[in-house]
């Protein structure tokens, strides 16, 4: 039974960051190809990213190419994606998937890219 399961989502502030991770399991890892795709609000499924069984071949959406990082872990059973300089349109659930339809895909993890509102913060300093 494929099993695939995301984390690393979150609230981010536009121009931050995110590593999202994927954890396989149910089949031969390291023979498939592997994909992250998303959904935005009342929008369907969008192909972010691929990487191929040896990590020789990554694709990216041209707009999207210079954000993106897509690498994978086959010892591990792990896919992972990088997002640099995130943008309110990131704003997606994001799914990693066996297939670039999404039939086989996870629960999704959500990103949530917004200015939104923000608290003082708290200083944490540590001393020897």
């Known amino acids: 039974q494929v099993q695939l399961v995301e984390s690393g989502g979150g609230t981010v502030q536009p121009g931050g960051s995110v590593r999202l991770r994927c954890e396989a399991s149910g089949f031969t890892f390291n023979l498939y190809w592997m994909y992250w795709l998303r959904q935005a609000p009342g929008k369907g499924l969008e192909w972010v990213s691929s990487?191929?069984?040896?990590?020789?071949?990554?694709s990216y959406p041209d707009s999207m190419r210079s954000r993106l990082a897509i690498s994978r872990d086959n010892e591990k059973n792990l896919v992972f994606l990088e997002m640099t300089d995130l943008r309110p349109e990131d704003t997606a659930m994001y799914f990693c998937s066996r297939d670039r339809e999404g039939l086989y895909r996870g629960q999704g993890t959500q990103v949530t890219v917004s200015a939104g509102s923000w608290g003082q913060g708290t200083q944490v300093t540590v001393s020897s």
């Open positions: 990487i191929s069984q040896g990590s020789h071949t990554r």
